[in-house]
């Protein structure tokens, strides 16, 4: 079993930056693939970035590409989504989520943190 817990999530106006921290509680850290979501009100949830096990492979939705950083600590169990140059569409809920390598679905899933980008 895996826990995770996000925070770091806010109110911020456009042009702002944030970093989203997601804590993992898990002996098999270094195996799993984490990748942050988001949701906003009335839209399908989408992969925002991912990084792999080894921090080497990392992925990232064309609508953050240059903006957002993923990264990795797997000394401490952190992964985090550091979040450049805020616009009013990323305003969403942000989820961390987690997988093996070898599977297709994200099994687990923390409870979100809010991010809200005022104009």
């Known amino acids: 079993q895996v826990q995770l817990v996000e925070s770091g999530g806010g109110t911020v106006e456009a042009g702002d930056s944030l970093r989203l921290s997601c804590a993992a509680a898990?002996?098999?850290?270094?195996?799993?693939?984490v990748g942050w979501f988001r949701q906003a009100p009335g839209k399908e949830r989408e992969l925002v970035a991912a990084v792999d096990g080894s921090a080497r492979a990392k992925h990232y939705h064309d609508a953050v590409k240059g903006r957002f950083t993923i990264s990795r600590d797997n000394r401490v169990n952190m992964v985090y989504l550091q979040l450049n140059s805020l616009k009013p569409e990323d305003t969403a809920i942000y989820y961390c989520a987690a997988k093996l390598r070898t599977t297709v679905e994200y099994s687990y899933w923390g409870q979100g943190t809010q991010v809200t980008v005022s104009s």
């Open positions: 898990t002996r098999t850290f270094n195996i799993l693939t």
